[in-house]
């Protein structure tokens, strides 16, 4: 794909921009991308992958206009960020912040990482409680899938070992 | 490092980083010196714990206590990032004897882990951060979610917290032109590419980094599983673009390389641009079998020594761009002449 600044040298830096719903896709190469002010990401007051975070957080979600707070207004009590200043600068203040983020977080997450939920490594100390709730979960599925097709046998199965999980959880 | 690695004539090394915080304290970016601090101390004296010391022989270095070249030199040889070379407030590093594990302290997290290998090992350098991380984890209180997992300063490390990577040297793939589509391709399976000194460089030497771009809704292995698939494949592609070369255009090839090996071998001046690629061409050489004077740790090391940093240190003075091109030519002349005595020399 060539540049579509001077269409001459081949596009190596390619973004897509979404303003109220409106799509406008770039495609330029890195000498029109110096030119341009929007220097290669890394580079000192550059480009960089927090102002290109920005650029996605700098809107309201579609989801929150009417009623909730506002996402802007939010704030973390603990560090004091607020969510202004993380869409501006594009990283959090504390962990705490992720908590007091949360309602605001899933379209960022979804864009990034196409997922919002983590299934990896889980510390040990947190471990068993998260673990037996993952269960849970599966199982849960498991289960309703069974009763649909009528094995009711297997589906009590299931049930009992929510029951044990569920009592382990209580007993932590 | 040394040329020991499987797969190292394409692979020059694998790469794992994990991103993790401490929970009640706020992130390096809005800490005070004194939490930094705090937060240092904490983290080394678990990095003085009997638990590490059977994972190997660590040292530990305040950065605050080592000059700009020093800590340049430390950036160069990949041991930490630029980052926590400019912004030494409560950074510390945790370091290996051998320099394969890297534990910055203070850097965007609190904690990263980092372990590299020669070779194509991401397996095993996932399998070593993963164990250092046991070891932090059961002695310090993570910040994790039951959501969003570990939780880090950039919504873009969240989840996991891995960053696994490997540096190829794809010249084949460059010189018949088949690198684009490849790196494209790589960009649509959640993967990510960038040039030689991680985020923000060009890809000086035909040296690509490949690495994973997202950490959260997959779990670590099926995250290191999908990059070694990745770069198994990119392995084949450079192995039969390279045969080909061979034989469609071996003279073609061999001019190009030898000449290289000429200019290297006698040139007065050399930049760094030109450096990495006659270098590469020299690599690329000694791997095809075209060229039997120099070995590919030599040239391992030499990717590395010709960095402004090191150029500085070996030589033991302040230089302007002119004299380092000057002295990078002397190096590398006498690196290929078989003097490997530097400094003082």
Redesign the interface.
């Known amino acids: 794909m060539i540049c579509q600044e001077c269409g001459k040298r081949p596009a190596t830096l390619h973004f897509t921009k979404i303003v109220n719903g409106e799509k406008t896709e770039f495609h330029i190469c890195e000498a029109c991308a110096r030119e341009k002010g929007e220097s290669l990401p890394g580079a000192p007051n550059g480009f960089s992958i927090h102002s290109l975070l920005s650029g996605l957080l700098d809107f309201e979600p579609a989801g929150a206009a009417g009623g909730g707070v506002k996402p802007k207004a939010a704030r973390c009590d603990e560090c004091g960020l607020t969510y202004a200043q993380f869409s501006k600068i594009g990283r959090f203040g504390c962990s705490s912040c992720y908590k007091h983020f949360a309602d605001h977080l899933d379209p960022l997450l979804k864009r990034v990482h196409g997922n919002t939920v983590h299934v990896g490594k889980i510390p040990k100390r947190y471990g068993g409680q998260i673990q037996y709730k993952r269960e849970i979960e599966q199982l849960r599925r498991d289960m309703q899938g069974r009763i649909e097709r009528e094995e009711f046998e297997s589906a009590a199965l299931i049930r009992d070992r929510i029951r044990e999980l569920e009592k382990k959880i209580s007993d932590l | 490092m040394k040329h020991d690695g499987p797969d190292s004539d394409i692979v020059i090394s694998s790469r794992v980083r994990l991103a993790r915080?401490l929970?009640r304290?706020?992130?390096p970016?809005?800490a005070t010196s004194s939490q930094s601090e705090e937060v240092m101390k904490q983290l080394i004296e678990i990095g003085k714990s009997d638990q590490l010391a059977q994972v190997g022989k660590f040292e530990t270095i305040v950065l605050s206590d080592l000059n700009e070249l020093e800590r340049r030199v430390l950036v160069e040889k990949h041991l930490i990032s630029p980052n926590l070379a400019n912004d030494s407030r409560g950074g510390a590093v945790i370091l290996s004897d051998n320099e394969s594990v890297s534990i910055m302290i203070n850097e965007?997290d609190h904690l990263r882990i980092q372990c590299l290998y020669p070779g194509f090992q991401v397996q095993e350098a996932w399998g070593l951060a993963?164990r250092i991380?046991?070891i932090f984890?059961?002695k310090a209180?993570?910040?994790?979610?039951?959501?969003?997992?570990?939780?880090?300063?950039?919504?873009?490390n969240?989840?996991?917290g891995?960053r696994a990577s490997v540096m190829m040297h794809l010249p084949a793939l460059v010189l018949t032109q088949q690198i684009?589509r490849i790196l494209s391709a790589i960009t649509q399976v959640?993967l990510a590419v960038r040039g030689q000194y991680?985020?923000?460089?060009e890809a000086l030497g035909n040296l690509f980094q490949i690495s994973n771009q997202?950490?959260?809704?997959?779990?670590?292995t099926e995250?290191i599983d999908n990059l070694y698939g990745v770069a198994k494949q990119i392995i084949e592609h450079e192995r039969a673009a390279r045969s080909r070369l061979l034989t469609e255009s071996r003279l073609k090839v061999e001019d190009r390389i030898k000449r290289s090996y000429g200019i290297l071998k006698y040139a007065a001046i050399m930049d760094s641009k030109e450096a990495s690629q006659r270098l590469s061409d020299v690599r690329l050489g000694v791997d095809l079998g075209l060229l039997q004077e120099v070995t590919p740790t030599v040239m391992n090391e030499l990717m590395v020594m010709t960095q402004p940093g090191f150029l500085q240190q070996t030589f033991k003075e302040k230089m302007n761009p002119e004299t380092r091109d000057v002295r990078r030519a002397e190096l590398i002349r006498k690196q290929l002449r078989g003097q490997t005595e530097f400094g003082g020399a």
């Open positions: 915080n929970r304290h706020p992130f970016m809005l965007e993963g991380d046991n984890e059961e209180e993570y910040a994790f979610d039951e959501k969003f997992g570990y939780l880090t300063t950039c919504p873009t969240v989840g996991t891995i684009n959640g991680g985020e923000g460089s997202i950490t959260l809704g997959q779990s670590e995250i």
